[in-house]
């Protein structure tokens, strides 16, 4: 199992950036693919972005294709989500999430098994 921290989240206006980082423990960490989920107010958890254990595949949303980046930096323990051109829609709790790579669904939280405490998003318009 390993320990995630979610960091970097705030209030921005619309069409602003932010970069979240999510912070894991354990020298294992490379071993794990790692997602991004979001949740809104009175809606469902949502799938955001994820990456494989090394970094060579990415996965995204339709919603935030073309705004938001997902990266990791092994050696630091540590995975990214740069998010560009931020709208209203964005605004949410966002989650990071480590599964074992090759088991389940990127897209699904069912697949993922440790969760970072989340973090807060504000975009006003």
């Known amino acids: 199992q390993v320990q995630l921290v979610e960091s970097g989240g705030g209030l921005v206006q619309t069409g602003g950036s932010l970069r979240l980082s999510c912070a894991g423990s354990?020298?294992?960490?490379?071993?794990?693919?790692m997602g991004w989920f979001r949740q809104a107010p009175g809606k469902e958890r949502e799938f955001v972005a994820a990456?494989?254990?090394?970094?060579?595949?990415?996965y995204y949303a339709d919603s935030v294709k073309g705004r938001f980046t997902i990266s990791r930096d092994n050696a630091k323990n540590t995975v990214y989500l740069q998010m560009n051109s931020l709208k209203p829609e964005d605004t949410a709790v966002y989650y990071c999430a480590a599964k074992y790579d090759s088991s389940g669904s990127y897209y699904s939280r069912l697949a993922y098994y440790s969760w970072g405490q989340g973090t807060q998003v504000t975009v006003s318009s």
């Open positions: 354990g020298r294992t960490f490379s071993s794990y693919a």
């Open positions: 990456i494989t254990w090394n970094g060579d595949t990415t």
